[in-house]
């Protein structure tokens, strides 16, 4: 039998009030329309955003390759029948041109470039509407299931080139970690965000904390099994990233704010609101500290 391991957990455990936007029947309903957006980082500031998702539609959670070349994002691709499915697409920042890696009857999501392998990991929702944790060869187009008793996966990022944590879903949406060959998951705290990511620098994950207000960025050490908080984000915010020197990005509205580890609030780095990007959400960094990408809602 498998065995679900849990690290002690402060504060109660707080029920969600609504079910991830990751469903069959949430695709077919129709996804949010958003753009995708590139800007340059040089000597720490972002320079103006250029639109790099072509029509409308859901363009959403980018993420660099391991040399920053090309960004991987899922690509909502509508349907005969009126209904809409999710694929994953690479834009090639040198050539400015968009291929897809895969092309599935399932929806893939959240493309993330996979250590030691030239494969994206990625969420598929199968046609039995069950979320596990995929890898893709990039060269090929292969799938293989990860955690065959790992499930519903919303979001997730690698610890290491074995170990990945994940946003489940349930009663209350937990973050867990699994390690690849080894039969169930530890449990490591309850009611996070979505976003997900591995501090450069410590190894930690980092995440979002929702059992405070405002919502807060919280570490966790797989070594240990301690988590500390990191800092609060703007109120209703789950959506952040860090780059490789360690400072924290976020956005409010159309606003792109950075943050370092102990600074005492969040500085404006840029306002794209006419440059026509709407409400900022998912973020990423390439490993270079070069180059920014953003969601942005349509207009």
Request: hydrophobic share 40%.
């Given at each position: 039998?498998n ?5 002690p ?6 029920a969600?009030?609504c079910?991830l936007a990751?469903?069959?029947?949430a695709?077919?309903?129709g ?7 590139l ?8 320079g103006?955003?250029?639109k790099?998702s ?6 959403n ?5 391991e ?16 209904t809409v499915?999710t694929?994953i ?7 400015a ?5 895969n092309h599935?009857p ?9 250590p030691?392998?030239?494969a ?14 995929y890898?893709i ?6 799938m293989?299931?990860l ?6 996966v919303g979001?997730h ?14 009663d209350?949406f ?7 060959g080894?039969?169930g998951a530890?449990?490591v ?22 059992n405070?207000e405002?919502?807060?960025i919280?570490?966790f050490d797989?070594?240990?099994g301690?988590?500390r ?18 400072m924290?990005w976020?956005?409010?509205?159309s ?8 600074g005492q ?6 306002d ?7 409400r900022i ?8 500290g ?5 969601v942005?809602?349509?207009p």
């Amino acid at each position: 039998m498998n065995q679900t391991r849990s690290w002690p957990i402060a504060g109660s455990l707080v029920a969600a009030v609504c079910v991830l936007a990751c469903s069959v029947n949430a695709v077919a309903q129709g996804l949010p329309t958003t753009d995708l957006w590139l800007a340059d980082i040089v000597d720490g500031v972002p320079g103006q955003p250029t639109k790099i998702s072509q029509g409308e539609g859901y363009n959403n959670q980018p993420h660099f390759s391991e040399d920053g070349s090309v960004i991987y994002y899922t690509r909502e691709i509508p349907g005969d029948d009126q209904t809409v499915q999710t694929d994953i697409a690479a834009y090639d920042i040198a050539t400015a041109v968009t291929r897809m890696v895969n092309h599935t009857p399932e929806s893939e999501y959240s493309p993330t470039p996979m250590p030691g392998r030239n494969a994206l990991s990625v969420i598929q929702m199968d046609l039995d509407q069950k979320q596990y944790l995929y890898a893709i060869d990039i060269a090929n187009g292969d799938m293989e299931v990860l955690f065959p008793d790992v499930e519903p996966v919303g979001y997730h990022a690698w610890i290491n080139d074995r170990e990945a944590a994940m946003f489940i879903l349930g009663d209350s949406f937990t973050l867990q970690t699994a390690i690849l060959g080894a039969p169930g998951a530890t449990v490591v705290a309850d009611n996070i965000g979505r976003s997900i990511r591995r501090h450069p620098r410590t190894g930690e994950v980092l995440f979002v904390d929702k059992n405070l207000e405002p919502w807060r960025i919280a570490a966790f050490d797989p070594d240990s099994g301690n988590t500390r908080s990191v800092m609060p984000l703007f109120p209703a915010n789950e959506d952040f990233t860090i780059d490789a020197n360690g400072m924290y990005w976020t956005g409010n509205g159309s606003s792109l704010y950075r943050r370092s580890p102990d600074g005492q609030r969040w500085e404006l780095m840029a306002d794209y609101g006419n440059a026509g990007v709407g409400r900022i959400t998912r973020l990423a960094i390439d490993p270079q500290g070069s180059r920014i990408a953003l969601v942005g809602d349509h207009p």
